[in-house]
């Protein structure tokens, strides 16, 4: 099992900054996939950012230029750095991490962005 709590949510007005961070623990070793869904207020949960044990990222289109995503393996650790925020990214932020084809989801951290 793989154990996944995010930190870094909050409330931030619009044009700002937040930094998601994931931490895994338990069986950690040959994870391949990390990255970041979210879901907004009366949405269905998307892709926000994705990235590869060999270092690949993938952006939903909405965030491509302002988030980026990256990943500390030493400390099996992804990072969401979050700029030039918008009311439309508001909403829960889940991390999720992939092992031998098995998805793990950590709780959650809410986002929210003040017009």
């Known amino acids: 099992q793989v154990q996944l709590v995010e930190s870094g949510g909050g409330l931030v007005q619009a044009g700002g900054s937040l930094r998601l961070s994931c931490i895994a623990s338990?069986?950690?070793?040959?994870?391949?996939?990390m990255g970041w869904h979210r879901q907004g207020p009366g949405k269905q949960r998307e892709l926000v950012a994705a990235t590869t044990s060999g270092g690949s990222t993938n952006y939903a289109d909405s965030v491509k230029g302002r988030f980026t995503i990256s990943r500390d393996n030493a400390k099996n650790t992804v990072y969401l750095q979050m700029n030039s925020l918008k009311p439309e990214d508001t909403g829960v932020y889940y991390c999720y991490a992939i092992k031998r084809s098995s998805w793990y989801w950590g709780q959650g951290t809410q986002v929210t962005v003040s017009s």
């Open positions: 338990g069986d950690v070793f040959k994870i391949s996939g």
